[in-house]
């Protein structure tokens, strides 16, 4: 690709539609999309550029950026969506047309989304696992092997004040204890 062929690209780059950019239908499925976009970023992907001018890959990162921007939009249902109503109102430029997703509400975080280690997830989904069929005790062994992995962490802390108070609930029920033989 050369200068020519950059400028023509930013001359036209904010009148192009997100589905121009990728030359595809408005109707293209995921997949057609999603091999759009590889194409597109063959092309564009600023670390096969880095060789070029300053204003060259600068050129190409704003293309680039433009891309993955309509990727993001147009592999999203619901942004697809509103992007698709847009179009159809005669918005052109995406700069027109507000296409942040909605705020996901705010429910209870999954203990493994607060585990810094990825070596201690393992052992954290076993741990709560060993807490939901009744066994505390495993439980706590899988948690300790994670603590040693994401020490001190505060979401894990507070899960093995649960498995502590499970095992002492556990060992007041006289049906668990074990008989001598």
């Known amino acids: 690709m050369d200068v020519e062929s950059l400028q023509q690209w930013l001359s036209v780059l904010d009148s192009l539609s997100y589905y121009d950019l990728f030359r595809v239908p408005n109707t293209a499925t995921a997949d057609e999309l999603r091999y759009a976009f590889y194409s597109f970023a063959d092309t564009f992907h600023p670390d096969g550029h880095a060789w070029r001018s300053h204003w060259e890959r600068e050129a190409i990162g704003r293309i680039f950026r433009r891309g993955t921007e309509a990727y993001r939009v147009l592999s999203d ?9 847009a179009l159809a109102q005669g918005m052109q430029r995406p700069e027109q047309i507000v296409v942040e997703a909605p705020e996901k509400p705010k429910g209870p975080q999954r203990l493994i989304d607060k585990v810094k280690s990825p070596g201690a997830r393992p052992f954290v989904l076993r741990a709560e696992e060993l807490l939901r069929q009744g066994d505390p005790k495993q439980a706590k062994i899988q948690l300790t092997m994670a603590l040693h992995m994401d020490a001190k962490n505060p979401a894990l802390e507070e899960f093995k004040l649960q498995i502590d108070a499970a095992i002492k609930e556990k060992d007041k029920d006289p049906k668990n204890w074990r008989k001598s033989p």
Do not use: F, M, Q
């Open 77 to 85: 249902p619901d942004l697809r969506g509103r992007y698709d109503h």
